[in-house]
């Protein structure tokens, strides 16, 4: 009878993954947070809630609001990938990663309660990867780990460096080489980076996504390679990976040897996305190459397949694309303009708007004690919910919406 129970939950959840689930952060490995699916607005309203005893623990914390070095002030945070629970959808689950519980949480996306747990022994940052009746994800202790989507159950883990040396960090112990990356997977492999410091050794590597056998490591921040520091989700096109590094800007990788190809115009940041006509966009950057007053928090895109540079788009600190449009977080403005021409085509507020994500037709916007739903043809607003804290992270899977907070509470509309 356990099998048979077994058997229908994976039949269920490799049906839904077809179709509208929401398996990865930014629901691709694109991080495109884009969705076909349309919900019913008229309709929409709370489902449950869940909390969690304590709230998210980020990677750094506060705001960066003076570069001494670069002169420049009121900057936006660069790091700010963790400040609210990520998170992950897949037929009748949603996963958390907890970096205050250290674990990743399956809730039942039916009332919200919890189906299981799979601790690691420091944060996990980055929104747990369902592939193929699996959980891949990464921790500050040093490993990634793969666990069964139906009970926790580990299957593997593994370390990119084998030392389990502990160092302190903000009131707790992680390894000198934790993953921040989460672990993305693609064609039955999967991939993620380890490390913390310039100085020290940095990783990307590349194992068998069924067993954990590593298929190519690549040592970063040696042979005169120094600098590298592998922060926020991985991303990929079809035979290259991108890394974003915090401080500085991404650097790119052969995604099928793991060589070093080369680091990126523009300036750091966690926030990345590739379109879906082979864009990269990257940020929030700053300026330009002089010391001048004028230097401003902008998006670089990139051209993905061959890395050079296009464009700067200023004062933005996210973006989210179409085939025809770019929807720009640009302080509390949402400006949405023509690709093809570069026209405004509207403006919309909300108060420290943080994140996006398109179902459909129907933008929805994560901010401070709000997410709002816009109309992506106009910006008329269509629906609003009431939230405690401020929205870092949204998915939409399955008829329902999700809010993750930056006090630890998720929210779930239908």
């Known amino acids: 009878m356990k099998f048979l129970e077994t058997a229908i939950f994976f039949c269920l959840l490799s049906s839904a993954v077809n179709g509208a ?80 519980e250290s674990a990743v949480i399956a809730l039942d996306t039916a009332d919200g309660t919890e189906n299981w747990r799979a601790f690691a022994s420091a944060p996990i940052r980055i929104a747990p990867t369902f592939a193929s009746g699996k959980v891949y994800f990464g921790s500050d202790d040093g490993a990634i780990r793969c666990v069964s989507a139906g009970d926790g159950e580990k299957i593997w883990s593994y ?9 302190p960090n903000d009131g707790r112990f992680i390894s000198l080489y934790p993953c921040r990356t989460g672990v993305m997977v693609q064609d039955g492999k ?19 996504a069924n067993s954990g056998t590593q298929i190519y490591r690549t040592t970063l921040n040696v042979d005169n390679r120094l600098g590298h520091t592998l ?6 096109t079809s035979d290259r990976i991108f890394a974003p590094q915090g401080r500085i800007s991404p650097v790119s990788f052969n995604l099928s040897t793991g060589v070093r190809q080369a680091r990126l115009e523009g300036g750091g940041g966690a926030f990345a996305i590739v379109t879906n006509d082979g864009k990269l966009l990257t940020g929030p950057g700053f300026g330009n190459s002089s010391f001048a007053k004028s230097r401003k928090t902008f998006i670089q895109e990139t051209n993905a397949n061959n890395l ?11 973006v989210l694309a179409t085939a025809t449009t770019f929807h720009f977080l640009i302080k509390e403005k949402i400006s949405t303009v023509n690709r093809s021409g570069g026209a405004t ?31 992506s043809s106009n910006g008329r607003e269509l629906w609003t919910a009431v939230v405690i804290g401020e929205v870092h992270s949204l998915a939409i899977a399955n008829g329902k919406l999700f809010a993750s907070t930056s006090g630890g509470k998720i929210y779930c509309y239908q």
């Open 345 to 375: 085509k509207w403006l919309g507020t909300l108060a420290g708007a943080n994140t996006l994500a398109l179902a459909g037709t129907t933008l929805f916007v994560g901010g401070k004690n709000r997410v709002i739903a816009l109309d």
């Open 21 to 100: 689930d929401w398996p990865t952060q930014g629901r691709d490995n694109r991080r495109s947070a884009t969705t076909a699916e349309q919900l019913d607005i008229s309709s929409l309203g709370l489902s449950w809630t869940w909390k969690s005893p304590t709230p998210p623990s980020p990677a750094w914390k506060g705001t960066a609001r003076w570069d001494a070095y670069n002169y420049i002030r009121n900057n936006k945070s660069m790091r700010a990938y963790d400040r609210a629970f990520n998170i992950s959808a897949a037929g009748n689950q949603l996963f958390i990663a907890s970096s205050a």
């Open 190 to 208: 999967a991939y993620a980076g380890f490390g913390l410091v310039p100085w020290e050794a940095s990783y990307l590597s590349c194992v068998d």
């Open 308 to 318: 050079s540079a296009i464009v700067r788009h200023a004062d933005a600190h996210a």
């Open 231 to 236: 922060e926020g989700a991985l991303l990929s």
């Open 159 to 167: 370390r990119a460096n084998p030392s389990k040396k502990l160092i």
